[in-house]
């Protein structure tokens, strides 16, 4: 006898209470069964073998997993990784397992707790100066405005002041959420611009904009610059250092109370895409932007005003790029809301078989969904309308309103 079989994908704990509730189950069950439902990874790194073993013999010992190094059993090793594997209700039980353990288990717990938390983190409030935005509630939309001569896509388009203020009004119109103006190429191979120089071409910008009640967000690594440009209006910094080109970034933010965008990159614009290999591309890019978020924390910027971009085209290949858009999920266990800046990048032009920078629109668009549906918050575009519709539907597809 064959009857109907189907793997359910399962993807919130409203979809899991709604397929009990239509085959009868007792409304006490449900609450019961619904967090067995969910089965996580949850990866610690720098484990001693000692450390390694208990956490693996817990994990088991509640019908968990626990993967470590070959050598951990032994202590042939001084340090190894872990993936811990379990359903949320094992892994909330193996936490309080480890609270009666020493070797500093107890507060790898609390890490381990505090990610798995973060990881269903749905949205928070950003606040700045008179107003605040929420993140999360719907997929927000970051308008590029260029004034520049020289980025990759829209060089010289917006380098005139007028022209620039009407194309930031007109990305507002679009439904941008907040635009974001740059005044330095960050395209591969860049030129670097001087503070004066590139003061002279955003502030009247930001200013401009400020005064139609716009949200601003000033994209630069320059302290000074930062500075005048929030003196001018400008209420978020985007800086792709993530405050790592001028010590004193982090000063301005903090005073200013300015939320802030911390990116991935490695090396500088000019140099970034001559080394893109990674022995662990996740890894390491995890581990660098939660090293930035605490040296925020550490200087004064509150750490709910933070907010994390893997960087993608910012030194990373064809594949590196594709791996961190397909695991975008994982840094949500930082606990911060993220944005991705795919917009017509070269990677698109390649996975659509080579087309130009002017033919990406829809590459963009479907990237821009990938993240959206992988756990990305904010989107920063350059084709703020298509974005807009895109997000509406993905939001839908996704239970995000």
């Given at each position: 006898?064959r009857l109907?079989?189907r793997c359910?994908e399962?993807a ?10 239509r085959?009868g189950?007792?409304p ?10 969910f089965?996580y990874n949850l990866?610690?790194?720098g484990?001693?073998?000692a450390?390694a073993n208990?956490l693996?013999?817990e994990?088991?010992?509640i019908g968990?997993?626990?993967?470590v190094a070959?050598?951990?059993a ?5 340090r190894?990784d872990?993936i811990v594997s ?7 039980e193996f936490?309080?397992k480890?609270?009666?353990?020493s ?5 790898i717990a609390a890490s381990?707790?505090e ?5 269903g983190?749905r949205s928070?409030?950003?606040r700045?100066?008179d107003r ?6 719907a997929?927000l ?19 005139d002041?007028?022209k620039a203020v009407?194309?930031g009004?007109?990305l507002?119109?679009e439904?941008?959420d907040?635009i974001?103006?740059?005044?330095e ?5 860049a030129?670097?611009?001087d ?8 502030l009247?910008v930001?200013?401009a904009l ?9 994209d630069t690594?320059?302290?000074?610059v ?18 790592k080109?001028d ?9 200013a109370?300015?939320?802030v965008?911390?990116?991935h990159m490695?090396?500088t ?5 001559s080394d893109t290999?990674?022995q662990?591309?996740?890894g ?6 939660s090293a ?12 709910e005003?933070i907010?994390i ?13 594709l791996?961190?858009l ?8 930082l606990?911060r809301p993220i944005l ?9 032009g390649k996975a659509?078989?080579g087309?130009?920078v002017?033919e990406r629109?829809?590459?963009?668009v ?6 959206i549906?992988?756990g990305?918050?904010?989107l920063r575009v350059?084709?703020v ?10 939001d839908?597809v996704?239970?995000?309103?």
């Amino acid at each position: 006898m064959r009857l109907p079989v189907r793997c359910l994908e399962i993807a919130s704990e409203k979809m899991s209470r709604s397929e009990m509730e239509r085959i009868g189950v007792d409304p006490a069950g449900v609450g019961i069964m619904a967090p067995k439902h969910f089965h996580y990874n949850l990866k610690v790194e720098g484990l001693t073998p000692a450390q390694a073993n208990i956490l693996k013999q817990e994990m088991l010992s509640i019908g968990g997993e626990a993967a470590v190094a070959r050598g951990a059993a032994s202590c042939s090793v001084e340090r190894t990784d872990a993936i811990v594997s379990g359903t949320r209700k094992q892994l909330f039980e193996f936490f309080e397992k480890l609270k009666c353990q020493s070797l500093g288990l107890p507060g790898i717990a609390a890490s381990m707790s505090e990610a798995l938390e973060n990881s269903g983190q749905r949205s928070c409030i950003l606040r700045f100066r008179d107003r605040s935005i929420t993140i999360g509630a719907a997929t927000l939309v970051m308008g590029i405005l260029n004034v520049t001569p020289d980025s990759f896509s829209d060089g010289g388009d917006f380098l005139d002041h007028g022209k620039a203020v009407l194309r930031g009004l007109d990305l507002s119109a679009e439904g941008a959420d907040w635009i974001d103006v740059g005044g330095e190429s960050t395209r591969p191979g860049a030129q670097a611009v001087d503070a004066e120089e590139e003061m002279r071409r955003v502030l009247p910008v930001v200013e401009a904009l400020s005064k139609q009640g716009l949200t601003v967000s000033i994209d630069t690594t320059k302290a000074s610059v930062a500075k005048a440009a929030i003196e001018a209006g400008a209420a978020i910094i985007n800086d792709v250092s993530a405050m790592k080109m001028d010590e004193d970034m982090a000063d301005v933010a903090a005073r200013a109370g300015a939320p802030v965008v911390l990116m991935h990159m490695r090396g500088t614009p000019r140099t970034m895409q001559s080394d893109t290999v990674y022995q662990d591309l996740m890894g390491e890019v995890f581990g660098w932007l939660s090293a930035r978020i605490e040296y925020a924390v550490s200087k004064g910027i509150d750490r709910e005003s933070i907010i994390i971009d893997p960087g993608l085209g910012f030194g990373k290949s064809y594949e590196g790029n594709l791996e961190l858009l397909s695991r975008l999920r994982e840094f949500k266990s930082l606990g911060r809301p993220i944005l991705v800046g795919a917009s017509r990048k070269s990677f698109i032009g390649k996975a659509m078989g080579g087309a130009e920078v002017s033919e990406r629109l829809i590459g963009t668009v479907a990237a821009s969904s990938v993240a959206i549906m992988n756990g990305a918050a904010i989107l920063r575009v350059h084709d703020v309308k298509e974005a807009r519709e895109a997000a509406r539907v993905t939001d839908a597809v996704a239970g995000i309103s």
